[in-house]
């Protein structure tokens, strides 16, 4: 494979094709494209940062080694949030305990220099974290799936193994239980 063939954008069809031919590049392209989302979904899935690198780890491996089982290369972004959930669902379920807020496993937000806004922020990053730990796996998964990654019903049917209805229904109890929990920060 020509050098100059990996430096431009491709999509995730050519990648995952290249990938399927043992193309590494390609391959290291794809994992750099979706790193940063399968990360991000999975530590506040867990709220536990160092869990959430293993489960990316696992998955990328668990991609590298089976992209011969994906039946459509273009739906290389689904199959990987697929596999991150599943794995991540299995950890809560395994637990059996409620997640306990972790402040670190959010994002920073971008905040202002007055120490009071800061706090305040914080704050509600905590009580926030805290609120997702109550949700069910399935609520959370489903929760964080739409609201924060922007997938749409059906996507979300697809990862989690359920109708788009379902996950309808999911969202919008996650949604109203959010709502009451956060009820003091607006």
Do not use: K
Request: glycine share 6%.
């Amino acid at each position: 494979m020509p050098e100059a063939a990996l430096t431009g954008v491709s999509d995730d069809a050519t990648l995952a094709a290249r990938v399927r031919d043992g193309d590494i590049r390609a391959f290291e392209q794809l994992v750099l494209r979706y790193e940063g989302a399968m990360f991000r979904l999975a530590s506040r899935m867990l709220a536990d940062r160092a869990e959430a690198q293993d489960i990316v780890q696992e998955v990328f491996l668990t991609a590298w080694r089976r992209i011969g089982q994906l039946q459509d290369d273009a739906a290389f972004s689904g199959w990987l949030y697929r596999m991150t959930t599943n794995r991540c669902l299995n950890v809560l379920r395994s637990r059996q305990l409620p997640v306990d807020a972790d402040p670190d496993a959010a994002e920073s937000p971008r905040v202002e220099t007055r120490p009071e806004h800061a706090a305040q922020v914080n704050g509600q990053l905590e009580a926030l974290t805290a609120a997702l730990g109550q949700l069910t796996p399935e609520q959370r998964a489903c929760w964080l799936l739409r609201e924060v990654h922007g997938r749409s019903y059906e996507e979300i049917g697809e990862i989690v193994g359920a109708n788009a209805t379902a996950v309808r229904g999911r969202i919008a109890r996650a949604r109203a239980q959010l709502a009451e929990v956060m009820q003091p920060w607006r």
